[in-house]
């Protein structure tokens, strides 16, 4: 399992890997800490616009690329909330905050990390060290 802690600088957890974003089909999902002022949607702006991608804030807040690919900001507050990822297939999912998850929340969607896409799935999380 790879957890990284984004020492420093954790916009390169929150906002990884934007050389896919012109693959097709790939999704990504971020959870957690995302309407916050200065939070993970804010810093998206900065990065996503440049790259083609079109921001969508309902129903689902979602960037959308000209390849397909898309990024989904969303939010688990309740043990049920896994529920809304069954059948989901997502080849990268970020955690901002791991430890605001349950046991139970993570690996659940650790079973949801897989794709028929071509990218290998893989899921990065962000932890206070403190």
Same mark, same amino acid.
Request: charged share 20%; proline share 5%; hydrophobic share 40%.
């Given at each position: !399992? +790879?957890?990284?802690?984004?020492? *420093?600088?954790?916009?390169?957890?929150?906002?990884? =890997?934007?050389?896919?974003?012109?693959?097709? @089909? &790939? /999704?990504? +999902? #971020?959870?957690? @800490?995302?309407?916050?002022?200065? *939070?993970?949607?804010?810093?998206?702006?900065?990065?996503?616009?440049?790259?083609?991608? =079109?921001?969508?804030?309902?129903?689902? %807040?979602?960037?959308?690329?000209? %390849?397909?690919? $898309?990024?989904?900001?969303?939010? !688990?507050?309740?043990? =049920?909330?896994?529920? $809304?990822?069954?059948?989901?297939?997502?080849?990268? #999912?970020?955690?901002? /905050?791991?430890?605001?998850?349950?046991?139970?929340?993570?690996?659940?969607?650790?079973?949801? +990390?897989? %794709? #028929?896409?071509?990218? $290998?799935? &893989?899921?990065?999380?962000?932890?206070?060290?403190?």
């Amino acid at each position: !399992m +790879n957890v990284a802690a984004s020492a *420093g600088n954790p916009s390169k957890t929150r906002i990884s =890997k934007i050389g896919v974003v012109f693959h097709t @089909q &790939y /999704e990504k +999902n #971020i959870l957690n @800490q995302i309407f916050v002022e200065g *939070g993970l949607w804010d810093t998206a702006y900065t990065i996503y616009p440049y790259c083609g991608g =079109k921001a969508v804030r309902s129903p689902v %807040s979602v960037w959308r690329f000209p %390849s397909g690919m $898309k990024v989904t900001f969303s939010y !688990m507050e309740l043990e =049920k909330d896994v529920l $809304k990822w069954q059948g989901a297939q997502i080849p990268l #999912i970020l955690f901002d /905050e791991l430890t605001h998850f349950s046991r139970k929340q993570f690996f659940y969607m650790l079973s949801r +990390n897989r %794709s #028929i896409c071509g990218v $290998k799935p &893989y899921v990065r999380a962000t932890c206070n060290t403190h």
